[in-house]
């Protein structure tokens, strides 16, 4: 103290004394500006590495896309060509399906003229039936008539051979006048002429019944034959029947199996086609609100949220959370930005991603469509793509993550 008064008490001290302070002033302005100018560097540096980050990420993204399109276009190429086939299977099939219906619709009529026939064949049987039956009972009788005759006949041939002339000498003999002799005479002659009738009647039976046996065969044999062959036309045309009604099944099985394979490469092709053109999502924007530095990117139920996730096949990570929401609820830009990426990325499905600045980005999975594309400058609101459920999504929901410098943060801290 005492020595800083005597330098002050001295002349020119308080020359000496501001210009120490003068110097001092410019030491500190000096580091003032060389402090200023490396803060700037590092920002410059910084903000130069975000930007190539952002480059790297466009150019890396803009691969994968061409890669994912080159993919892509292949195995359209490929749905494409089995559709082609299937549909020319199916186009076969179903000419054969038709061929097959003409076939069958006359089979039916053939087998209605077939069992017309029968039913006829089976009338005719049925009166040929009676018939044989009417010829058998005349047959009967006339065996039994000839049976009868036979006895008779027999008796007189006996009393023929006792008496070779018929009994007429007795009978004139015994006579006691002329008149009772004509008259036994008569009488014998009148036995004589039945005996000969019988004998007659006999041979006419005996042929009548040869006739009558033939007729009878013969009836018996054509009914029973043209039965028969009516019979097997009608088995055999109905065994056709049961076999190309067989065949026709097996056809519009194998039909409905190639409609649901077509069906299934309409949907893959589809799908393909949604990932070679993803930007037919809506346009325009959506309110997206928030009270922190980003905006609900579409309204609904937090339905998983950050953090680990545990399921029967053990624990992992959930990067962010999913927003319940139907199918084609357009999804905003959480905050704006430069899309980054905007594709189909893995079990993510249709994803964009976008880079915020200051290390943050935000990415949008599971979409049914995309609405940007890598390198467009996006304001918050403006829509990126729709909910859907492409990639590994159990239902019509968001995947919404936000990363730090790369690292999945919790986006509930910043909603």
Same mark, same amino acid.
């Given at each position: &103290?005492?020595?800083?008064?005597?330098?002050?008490?001295?002349?020119?001290?308080?020359?000496?004394?501001?210009?120490?302070?003068?110097?001092?002033?410019?030491?500190?302005?000096?580091?003032?500006?060389?402090?200023?100018?490396?803060?700037?560097?590092?920002?410059?540096?910084?903000?130069?590495?975000?930007?190539?980050?952002?480059?790297?990420?466009?150019?890396?993204?803009?691969?994968?896309?061409?890669?994912?399109?080159?993919?892509?276009?292949?195995?359209?190429?490929?749905?494409?060509? =089995?559709?082609?086939?299937?549909?020319?299977?199916?186009?076969?099939?179903?000419?054969?399906?038709?061929?097959?219906?003409?076939?069958?619709?006359?089979?039916?009529?053939?087998?209605?003229?077939?069992?017309?026939?029968?039913?006829?064949?089976?009338?005719?049987?049925?009166?040929?039936?009676?018939?044989?039956?009417?010829?058998?009972?005349? %047959?009967?009788?006339?065996?039994?008539?000839?049976?009868?005759?036979?006895?008779?006949?027999?008796?007189?041939?006996?009393?023929?051979?006792?008496?070779?002339?018929?009994? &007429?000498?007795?009978?004139?003999?015994?006579?006691?006048?002329?008149?009772?002799?004509?008259?036994?005479?008569?009488?014998?002659?009148?036995?004589?002429?039945?005996?000969?009738?019988?004998?007659?009647?006999?041979?006419?039976?005996?042929?009548?019944?040869?006739?009558?046996?033939?007729?009878?065969?013969?009836?018996?044999?054509?009914?029973?034959?043209? =039965?028969?062959?009516?019979?097997?036309?009608?088995?055999?045309?109905?065994?056709?029947?049961?076999?190309?009604?067989?065949? =026709?099944?097996?056809?519009?099985?194998?039909?409905?199996?190639?409609?649901?394979?077509?069906?299934?490469?309409?949907?893959?092709?589809? =799908?393909?086609?949604? %990932?070679?053109?993803?930007?037919?999502?809506?346009?325009?924007?959506?309110?997206?609100?928030?009270?922190?530095?980003?905006?609900?990117?579409?309204?609904?139920?937090?339905?998983?949220?950050?953090?680990?996730?545990?399921?029967?096949?053990?624990?992992? &990570?959930?990067?962010?959370?999913?927003?319940?929401?139907?199918?084609?609820?357009?999804?905003?830009?959480?905050?704006?930005?430069?899309?980054?990426?905007?594709?189909?990325?893995?079990?993510?499905?249709?994803?964009?991603?976008?880079?915020?600045?200051?290390?943050?980005?935000?990415?949008?999975?599971?979409?049914?469509?995309?609405?940007?594309?890598?390198?467009?400058?996006?304001?918050?609101?403006?829509?990126?793509?729709?909910?859907?459920?492409?990639?590994?999504?159990?239902?019509?929901?968001?995947?919404?993550?936000?990363?730090?410098?790369?690292?999945?943060?919790?986006?509930?801290?910043?909603?």
């Amino acid at each position: &103290m005492f020595c800083g008064a005597i330098l002050t008490s001295r002349p020119g001290a308080s020359r000496v004394s501001a210009l120490v302070n003068v110097k001092k002033r410019e030491r500190s302005s000096a580091s003032k500006i060389v402090a200023g100018g490396l803060w700037a560097a590092l920002i410059l540096v910084y903000l130069a590495a975000l930007g190539n980050a952002s480059a790297f990420a466009a150019t890396q993204s803009s691969r994968d896309r061409r890669y994912e399109q080159s993919s892509a276009s292949s195995k359209l190429s490929e749905n494409r060509r =089995k559709q082609l086939e299937k549909e020319a299977e199916l186009a076969a099939l179903k000419q054969s399906e038709a061929e097959l219906e003409a076939s069958l619709a006359d089979l039916d009529a053939r087998l209605n003229e077939t069992r017309q026939r029968l039913a006829e064949a089976t009338a005719r049987h049925q009166a040929l039936v009676v018939q044989v039956d009417a010829i058998a009972r005349r %047959m009967a009788a006339t065996e039994q008539r000839i049976r009868s005759i036979s006895f008779i006949a027999k008796s007189r041939i006996v009393e023929m051979y006792k008496r070779p002339d018929g009994g &007429m000498v007795d009978a004139l003999l015994l006579s006691e006048s002329v008149g009772e002799a004509a008259r036994k005479s008569g009488l014998v002659t009148r036995v004589t002429r039945a005996d000969r009738e019988r004998i007659e009647e006999f041979l006419s039976l005996n042929k009548d019944l040869g006739e009558d046996k033939a007729v009878l065969d013969e009836l018996s044999a054509a009914a029973a034959q043209a =039965k028969a062959a009516v019979e097997a036309e009608e088995f055999a045309l109905e065994e056709t029947q049961v076999r190309l009604a067989a065949s =026709k099944a097996e056809q519009e099985r194998r039909i409905e199996e190639l409609i649901a394979e077509v069906d299934a490469l309409q949907k893959e092709e589809a =799908k393909i086609q949604a %990932m070679l053109s993803p930007t037919r999502g809506p346009s325009g924007s959506v309110p997206v609100a928030g009270k922190g530095r980003f905006g609900w990117p579409v309204s609904g139920p937090v339905t998983s949220g950050f953090g680990q996730r545990c399921g029967s096949s053990g624990c992992r &990570m959930h990067q962010g959370i999913d927003i319940s929401a139907p199918v084609g609820t357009p999804v905003g830009a959480s905050a704006a930005g430069t899309v980054v990426g905007a594709g189909s990325q893995g079990a993510y499905g249709l994803t964009v991603v976008i880079d915020h600045g200051d290390g943050f980005a935000t990415l949008y999975a599971h979409l049914s469509s995309i609405s940007v594309s890598p390198g467009q400058r996006v304001g918050q609101g403006t829509i990126v793509g729709a909910v859907g459920t492409t990639g590994n999504a159990t239902g019509p929901h968001l995947h919404f993550e936000i990363r730090y410098r790369g690292s999945p943060v919790d986006p509930m801290a910043y909603l």
